[in-house]
């Protein structure tokens, strides 16, 4: 069974940075999608950023570009979340998800594996 583990959350002002880091158990064709969804109160969970861990192909949600980067090193199973710019809309519950391809990377009920979550709180 793959395990998904989220760290790095927390509490920042507006215009400021975190990295999120998704350490996965084990390296398996069945995980060579990771991705990173967030959920604020009341609102539907939202994909923010995928990548193949096989090749670095990268896939961002609009609302991110230009500000999230997502980034992979093999060698430890991590996949990594660099949020700048950091805007109070961000401030949600982030969590990693694992699948075997990225098509359609957005559709969270497409991803069988899932990290218990990390929060980030942005104040204005």
């Known amino acids: 069974q793959v395990q998904l583990v989220e760290s790095g959350g927390g509490s920042v002002q507006a215009g400021g940075s975190l990295r999120l880091s998704c350490a996965r158990s084990?390296?398996?064709?069945?995980?060579?999608?990771m991705a990173w969804f967030r959920q604020a109160p009341g609102k539907e969970r939202e994909g923010v950023a995928a990548?193949?861990?096989?090749?670095?192909?990268?896939y961002y949600a609009d609302s991110v570009k230009g500000r999230f980067t997502i980034s992979r090193d093999n060698a430890v199973n991590t996949v990594y979340l660099q949020m700048n710019s950091l805007k109070s809309e961000d401030t949600a519950m982030y969590f990693c998800?694992?699948?075997?391809?990225?098509?359609?990377?957005?559709?969270?009920?497409?991803?069988?594996?899932w990290g218990q979550g990390t929060q980030v709180t942005v104040s204005s």
């Open positions: 998800a694992a699948r075997q391809v990225c098509i359609r990377w957005v559709w969270r009920n497409e991803y069988p594996y």
């Open positions: 084990s390296a398996t064709y069945t995980t060579n999608c």
């Open positions: 990548i193949y861990t096989s090749d670095g192909a990268i």
